[in-house]
């Protein structure tokens, strides 16, 4: 697994952990030799991204641009997945309204837009189920809970 984490939004927290629920991810869906970025944002610069390439004029909190759309990108030897953006201040604003530590935030976040690099989606109810079930499920099994 190689990842680079950027901080174009500096953060003041220890984020060492992602290592494990990175590595708890890929292992649970059975990925090798990957390669892909998380670059930490601020709402502006989440802003600019989604109002340009989603037409939502609108801070979010998670942003992946999956280089593997199709099956025919998808390179068994050594797979480069794209890019996850996670606006930082919009992160610790949810784990606040929800009631539950940064850690839990910043891994559901970081999980959820792996899953997105990795075909997952929520378009639909039938896969919005089997996608959160999914991010619960690593996230239990990591011990990062609610």
């Known amino acids: 697994m190689n990842y680079e984490i950027n901080e174009v939004y500096k953060v003041d927290f220890d984020y060492s952990y992602l290592k494990d629920v990175i590595k708890a991810t890929l292992d649970h869906e059975k990925v090798k030799n990957a390669y892909f970025s998380i670059i930490f944002v601020d709402e502006k610069t989440i802003q600019d ?4 390439y989603r037409g939502i004029d609108k801070v979010t909190d998670v942003i992946s641009f999956a280089l593997e759309d199709n099956e025919d990108k998808i390179n068994e030897d050594f797979r480069v997945l794209g890019d996850i953006y996670i606006c ?29 690099l990795l075909g997952y989606d929520h378009m639909k109810k039938e896969d919005e189920n089997v996608m959160f079930s999914l991010q619960e499920e690593i996230l239990n099994a990591q011990e990062i809970t609610r």
């Open 88 to 116: 930082i201040p919009r992160m610790r604003e949810q784990a606040k309204e929800y009631g539950h530590s940064i850690k839990r935030e910043l891994s559901f976040l970081t999980v959820h837009g792996l899953l997105h």
């Open 49 to 52: 991204i989604n109002k340009n």
